[in-house]
């Protein structure tokens, strides 16, 4: 974990678990240990609640309606934008474009700068630890224009080799687009390093921030990163929900994503003219009980601080690498120095779909399979992993019962 300075707190955590109300129930007659938060985080109460006191106070649709209740969901809806540019520390709220989550931010990039801007034969550089959010849209844009996709290998341990990414900049490298952590081997990249160098060569850089936004403190002024994308559901926010943020500069000059309502500022049959930033990119009617839930979720970290959860998460990470390293039949994968709340394994002999369905059974929810990094697997020679992955309402006491999970399991096949 980085950042973590004196000034941390610690967190009652057994009084935070009450404000989430999945996490007390029984699976399969134990109680559920949650693992599976890099996938998504669970809600708690205040979320859960904004999205009933939207519906049942004041639904109404925003924007354009001068009555009560639409005034109402307009100054809440606009405020999450505001808390969105503050937790990111963006120079203005206009530069905060609500979309359905990370993946959708990339396609509006792609979609929009990438059509606009990208030549034949220009280089998109990613990363080979990239979520396939991260690749298919830039592949598609490179089939289209007859550009050219290069992919920055990555050490055993799973960090990116510098030397190789410098080697693979040049004056035709026009974007730079990586993942600040990684979803599968939970490594956090050197983002500032990459983005300075990508800038030396005059490559604009996005920043798949979809599992570091829970965890890493956040500026995207001091990164001067050009975009940067993420979802509000590994936030403790709700799915289907997420932002982009982008320079004014770039947003200003990329043409709409989508047409339709919201986005214009006059149509006829002629001709129509386009709506400033931010609504340019918000054609239709939003999802605004989500975006006001998303608020909460934002409100939930800001009240306990980034850094207190990253000290937490960085605790149980700590202390379940350990167990795990202490069982000779379990190979970690992703061993890098700075690391998010991620543990991806493996048992030698035991298909990684039989560790998750025997967790299961015991109660325990981990993630297996290719964790939508497929082409990572590939460069580990493995189909896929187990991945147990750490939130703020873990405990020690749920790393030991996956402990002994794991040790019955390997106790029953192996024999
Ligand atoms: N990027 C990373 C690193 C992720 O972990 C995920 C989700 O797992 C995504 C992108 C896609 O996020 P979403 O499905 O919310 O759009």
């Not at 289209?144 to 290069?150: D, F, R």
């Not at 890493?216 to 940067?228: G, M, R, W």
């Not at 369905?357 to 497929?374: E, N, S, Y």
Request: charged share 25%; aromatic share 8%; glycine share 6%.
């Amino acid at each position: 974990m980085s950042a973590i300075t004196e000034e941390i707190q610690k967190l009652d955590i057994t009084a935070l678990r009450k404000e989430f109300p999945v996490l007390n129930q029984q699976i399969n007659g134990k109680p559920l240990v949650y693992f599976d938060n890099a996938a998504t985080s669970q809600k708690p109460d205040v979320v859960i609640k904004a999205i009933e006191e939207y519906y049942q106070g004041y639904n109404a649709n925003i924007h354009r309606g001068i009555h009560t209740l639409a005034e109402k969901a307009t100054k809440a809806f606009e405020d999450t934008r505001e808390t969105l540019r503050a937790f990111l520390n963006a120079t203005e709220k206009e530069e905060i474009i609500f979309t359905k989550g990370t993946t959708e931010s990339i396609n509006l990039v792609a979609g929009s700068y990438g059509r606009k801007f990208i030549r034949e034969k220009d280089e998109i550089i990613i990363s080979a630890m990239e979520h396939h959010s991260n690749i298919v849209p830039w592949q598609m844009l490179c089939e289209e224009k007859g550009a050219v996709l290069k992919v920055i290998p990555v050490s055993e341990k799973g960090e990116i080799l510098m030397e190789a990414y410098e080697e693979l900049l040049s004056e035709r490298t026009k974007i730079v687009s990586v993942v600040y952590a990684s979803n599968s081997l939970g490594t956090i990249n050197p983002v500032k390093e990459l983005i300075d160098k990508a800038h030396d060569k005059g490559a604009i850089v996005l920043l798949d921030a979809a599992q570091a936004a829970a965890h890493e403190e956040i500026d995207v002024q001091t990164l001067d990163c050009d975009f940067l994308a993420m979802s509000a559901h590994k936030v403790y926010g709700p799915t289907g929900m997420g932002a982009l943020y982008g320079k004014r500069s770039l947003l200003e000059d990329m043409p709409p994503y989508q047409g339709g309502g919201e986005m214009i500022k006059d149509v006829s049959f002629a001709k129509t003219t386009y709506n400033d930033i931010p609504y340019k990119f918000e054609a239709g009617t939003p999802n605004i009980a989500d975006v006001v839930a998303f608020r909460e979720a934002i409100h939930f970290v800001n009240r306990l601080g980034k850094k207190n959860i990253a000290a937490h998460e960085a605790e149980i990470l700590d202390y379940a690498t350990e167990k795990l390293q202490a069982i000779p039949d379990i190979r970690l994968i992703g061993t890098a120095d700075d690391k998010v709340s991620v543990l991806s394994f493996v048992i030698e002999g035991i298909h990684h779909f039989d560790i998750g369905q025997m967790l299961d059974a015991a109660g325990i929810a981990i993630r297996t399979g290719h964790h939508c990094t497929q082409p990572l697997m590939n460069e580990f020679g493995l189909e896929g992993t187990a991945r147990a992955s750490f939130a703020v309402y873990n405990t020690k006491e749920e790393v030991d019962s996956m402990v002994v999970g794991l040790e019955k399991i390997i106790k029953f096949l192996k024999q």
